[in-house]
């Protein structure tokens, strides 16, 4: 079962059949939170039931920059974690350009303009019993929700995150109550572990290895994470970026390259082929985004 | 009462005059769960060329000031494969269908109007002006001699209308429409997208892997309004105008400078639903400017 | 340290590379009490003609996204007027003089830069492609044989440096840039503006009483640039990049393209401080990225 | 005496003497109100010392279009009032288009990007005794801070304004105030007398005419004022607007048409030269913005 669905997501009976086509435009939301969690982190929580209920982790909203009619594209935006019950939607988001500047802004009782939820999620095998959870930065945004997920599903989790520094680090709690292990490594050392997450992992694969491994985070640790996985045979999943247009697979603007099993190569679309990839399909070093 | 927006373009009726363009909406399928496709007055799918396209490295897009650049460099599965896989299900849909075709030879424009003879879509769309394209691309949009040649050539080959569409990356693009018309067009489209580049002052580096892109959005909506306006003084075939149209407004702006239809580009990608919420603005516009037919726009602008 | 901001063009130094643009900053007297003159890189003056100008009819001026058109249309008060009663305050400050020059014959561009023989100001700018003039302006610059006579027949009159000022509104940059090196041009600036056109939907009429104008400010930025560095690529004689420039770091990005200063219009228009708040943003980028001196930008863009 | 000045009004003493150049670029200002007065018409009061301090009646503020970067031109709008006590600056405007919209959304507390004041206000020449004071719509806002000066000066001020209708009509109490006779008409009667306010004005030139009339409001008022001071024999001055770019006389976008002494015209700028011209010298056949 692979999270997400290229088609319809309008009604979906169970996270395993999305069939029924639903015309479901762009949400207006309001925003309930908006708040600094992180130096230049933010964690925004607003309003949608369709995207509260149709959701998958690994995959992303699409959000209208407010205000500023100069930027037109949209901005993807992980979903952190979803309330179906509430309807309530969580996003994390770092502040590097105008538009995340913007969205940080914002406050609670005003309307963003949300398109999702959109592209191919982490896919949750049947029969998986253990997995690491691998991330870095922001790229940690997504894997909330999926550790969820996978606690739900009675999969143990292990989550090995690395942040730059103590400063640096949100969510703990949230994979302190989702995963039965949770690693934490800083480049400084100014909390857990002093180095790269990416040697943790390497550590922990020596002793026990996974089901299956997912990941999500800058260029340069998805190409460890991804030797890793080649050279210990972990089926891996990692959640890619790249500039995006439509963010519905329209464009063509938001490649990757992905290997054919001829040998070459074609380029898929982040938006709609992914972004989650299995990582030996993946060519990193065409990857143009550092998280 | 509703106002009438039907329009007509060499004789085939399009139920309104908005037309998802070309690469902006690939062939209709992603967009059929936002739109109903049926409400559009056509579409223009992905550009096409005779083998598949692999298409540039990325990045392949980059936001500028109210607009963007784009170098997706044709990326595509070939005319064979749109035929047999992607146009079945489009021709469920009670829409105009124009193919848009790109060849380096104007013998492969050629063949792929051969391939579409029979093939039920309404219209060719030549677009000789993708700039993305090291070979042909620019060089035949530019020369007004090319254009007339190439377009006789298609003409010769095709079972379907022949739209042309115009790059705006000329001198003077009166001479180009003219030449179009001569070589027996049966309407033009313009504008494509404007050469344009950005820069990433961090890397020191190009913000495309293509260096250099085409520029689309509201930010070239004043050189498309210029040019549909220079070309319908000059030429007597019908008008598919476009460049940044993002509001039912754009469109009249589009229609009172003389064309005849529309295309949506960039605004499908800020939202996918541009299409019917610009229709819609539209029809607010005519209510409330007593326009009672779309028609009455069509080349209005006055100018004394 | 403070970082090194002088520039040279033709063995005149520039303080640093930002200069006024012509017509957006009149003849500096109304910009005197907002920036301190002494600062600037250097003013390029209201565009000047051998009589003077009224002008064309209002609206002058059209808002479009990221952009505005103008249709000035050359007011100005003659040469005459301007070397007796605007420049001895103009002199005044410490800053490079660039006086821009149109004409509608090869002669009067030519008596222009004779009447500036002897005058001290520091360069000529022949402004040959105003889209607002409609005998001259256009064709000029649009043809690159008259490129080549235009600069060749003014440099044999000319008392200063002469920099050729070039318009977008062609279909291969390159070869105008060549022709004006080939006839002798010390410099080239370029962009001038974009021909566009904005219509008023209510109205059903051109917002601008002269129809067309000129495009400027941010939306032709990746336009502006695109040609920057196509001409980089062909010329060796300095340029002087414009089109869009708003913060410290578009002049980073025109630097980068290849051009040795660079030229600040509609901006002034959006503050009168504009030219000053971009020159430090230049420096505040130059200090935060280990640049000691702007020269180490100029060209410098990576395209591996 | 010639209000507001063409060169330095960085400190003024007194009205009449502006001439020391202080190098001032735009004010960051804080909005202290911004309410609706009428039906899409606001009034909004902010904080500049500068422009409370040095500001004539007739000048005008180039106010930034904040948070929409698509927009680049600054709005110009009248000074309505100001407070040199207390630095507050009021304007009165209405919601035309995207500017005046956005404008009339921001809130007390946030700060807009303010250039002024700018232009050449009215002119009070000395011994001046008796004014008509005529205004329509939202051409009425700059009349208040010049009615209020003129009774400053001890000028019998007869105001004369025209609205559309009774929703329409704002400020009265200013002019209660500031006048020493109001009229009020409205196009239907709701209010006041019926009809325009230019017949009104008739009616009173024939009763009695003062030394001067000012005016402000639409082109077709103002070339009925216009025909009228000739036809009386009244000097006039009114004024002007124009699509705007710098707002200080650099960029000649903004021209109107204004007769030479020899019988021809030149192109005067309306930011630098005006917005106020005396009614005898103005073309209103080339006027293109309907206030
Ligand atoms: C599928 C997906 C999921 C993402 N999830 C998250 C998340 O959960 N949290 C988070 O902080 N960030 C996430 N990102 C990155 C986020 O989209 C960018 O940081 C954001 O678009 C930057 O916008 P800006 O206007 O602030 O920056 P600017 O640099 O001003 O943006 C300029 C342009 O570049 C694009 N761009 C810049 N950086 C990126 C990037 N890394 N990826 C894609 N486009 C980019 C923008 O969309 C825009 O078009 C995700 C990206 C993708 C593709
Ligand atoms: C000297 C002067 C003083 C003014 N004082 C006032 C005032 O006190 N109260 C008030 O309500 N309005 C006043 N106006 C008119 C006001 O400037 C316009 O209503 C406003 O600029 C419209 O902006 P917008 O974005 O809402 O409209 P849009 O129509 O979206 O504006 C588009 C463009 O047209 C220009 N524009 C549109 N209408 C006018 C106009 N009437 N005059 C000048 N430019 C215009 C805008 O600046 C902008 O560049 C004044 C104008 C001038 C020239
Ligand atoms: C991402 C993208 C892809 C495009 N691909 C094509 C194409 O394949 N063929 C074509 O003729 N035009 C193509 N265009 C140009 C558009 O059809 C249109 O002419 C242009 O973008 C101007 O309109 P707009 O401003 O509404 O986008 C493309 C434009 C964009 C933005
Ligand atoms: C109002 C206005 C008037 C201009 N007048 C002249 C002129 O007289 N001579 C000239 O060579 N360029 C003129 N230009 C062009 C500018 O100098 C500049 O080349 C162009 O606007 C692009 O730069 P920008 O985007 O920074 O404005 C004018 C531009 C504007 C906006
Ligand atoms: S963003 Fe348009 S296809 Fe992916
Ligand atoms: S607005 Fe620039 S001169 Fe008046």
Not at chain 1, 268 to 276: A, E, I, L
Not at chain 2, 42 to 56: D, E, Q, W
Not at chain 2, 85 to 99: A, F, G, N, S
Request: charged share 20%; net charge neutral; aromatic share 6%.
């Amino acid at each position: 079962m692979k999270g997400g669905s290229s088609e319809a997501s309008g009604s979906c009976k169970g996270r395993n059949s999305c069939s029924s086509t639903v015309m479901k435009g762009t949400d207006k939301c309001k925003i309930v939170e908006n708040v600094m969690i992180a130096p230049d982190m933010y964690k925004m929580a607003f309003l949608s039931e369709h995207i509260a209920f149709n959701a998958h982790p690994g995959q992303f909203v699409h959000i209208k920059v407010p205000c500023d009619n100069s930027l037109l594209m949209r901005r993807p935006i992980s979903i952190h974690d979803v309330h179906p019950q509430t309807g309530v939607v969580e996003i994390a988001y770092k502040v590097v350009g105008r538009g995340t500047r913007i969205l940080s802004r914002m406050n609670a009782g005003q309307v963003i303009d949300v398109l999702g939820p959109l592209g191919q999620g982490f896919t949750i095998s049947r029969g998986i019993k253990s997995a690491f959870v691998i991330g870095g930065g922001c790229g940690i945004a997504p894997l909330k929700f999926l550790a969820r997920r996978l606690k739900e599903e009675g999969i143990a989790v292990t989550a090995l995150l690395g942040f730059r520094e103590r400063e640096a680090v949100y969510g703990l709690s949230d994979f302190e109550e989702f995963s039965n292990r949770l690693l934490v490594t800083t480049d400084d050392g100014s909390l857990g572990r002093k180095g790269l997450v990416t040697q943790l992992l390497e550590e922990e694969l020596k002793e026990q290895l996974p089901d299956v491994m997912f990941t999500c985070g800058p260029v340069p640790m998805l190409k460890v994470v991804q030797r890793l996985a080649r050279e210990y045979s972990v089926p891996c999943q990692m959640s890619l970026e790249e500039r995006m247009g439509c963010g519905i697979g329209g464009c063509l603007v938001c490649s990757c390259a992905i290997r054919t099993p001829n040998g070459d190569f074609e380029y898929k679309r982040v938006c709609k082929d992914g972004p989650v990839f299995w990582s030996r399909e993946v060519m990193l070093d065409e990857a143009t985004i550092e998280c | 009462m509703k106002p009438r927006l039907n329009v007509e373009i060499c004789g085939i009726s399009f139920k309104n005059p908005v037309i998802a363009a070309s690469g902006t909406f690939g062939f209709g399928r992603e967009y059929a769960r936002y739109v109903d496709l049926n409400m559009l007055g056509g579409i223009a799918v992905k550009g096409l060329t005779l083998l598949p396209r692999k298409g540039n490295p990325p990045p392949r897009i980059a936001e500028t000031p109210s607009g963007i650049l784009n170098s997706v460099g044709l990326q595509n599965p070939g005319i064979d494969h749109f035929i047999e896989q992607e146009l079945p299900q489009l021709l469920k849909y009670d829409t105009r269908i124009i193919v848009n075709i790109n060849g380096n030879t104007i013998d492969e424009y050629c063949r792929m109007a051969e391939k579409l003879r029979g093939v039920p879509v309404h219209f060719l769309e030549l677009n000789i002006s993708c700039p993305n394209v090291k070979q042909g691309g620019v060089a035949f949009g530019t020369d007004p001699d090319l254009v007339y040649d190439i377009t006789r050539s298609v003409k010769a080959h095709a079972g379907q209308p022949v739209i042309v569409k115009l790059t705006p990356n000329v001198t003077d693009i009166k001479e180009v429409a003219i030449a179009a018309e001569q070589g027996g067009a049966d309407g033009i489209s313009l504008i494509n997208t404007v050469l344009g580049m950005a820069i990433d002052v961090k890397k020191r580096r190009p913000v495309l892997a293509n260096i250099v892109g085409g520029l689309s959005g509201p930010a070239i909506k004043p050189i498309a309004l210029r040019m549909v306006w220079e070309a319908a003084q000059v030429v007597s075939i019908p008008i598919i105008g476009m460049g940044g149209i993002t509001t039912g407004e754009d469109v009249v702006e589009f229609l009172l400078a003389g064309a005849t239809a529309v295309g949506v580009g960039t605004a499908n990608l800020m939202s996918p639903t541009a299409c019917i919420d610009i229709l819609n603005q539209l029809e607010e516009y005519m209510v409330q400017n007593g326009v009672g037919d779309v028609k009455e726009l069509i080349g209005r602008l006055e100018t004394e």
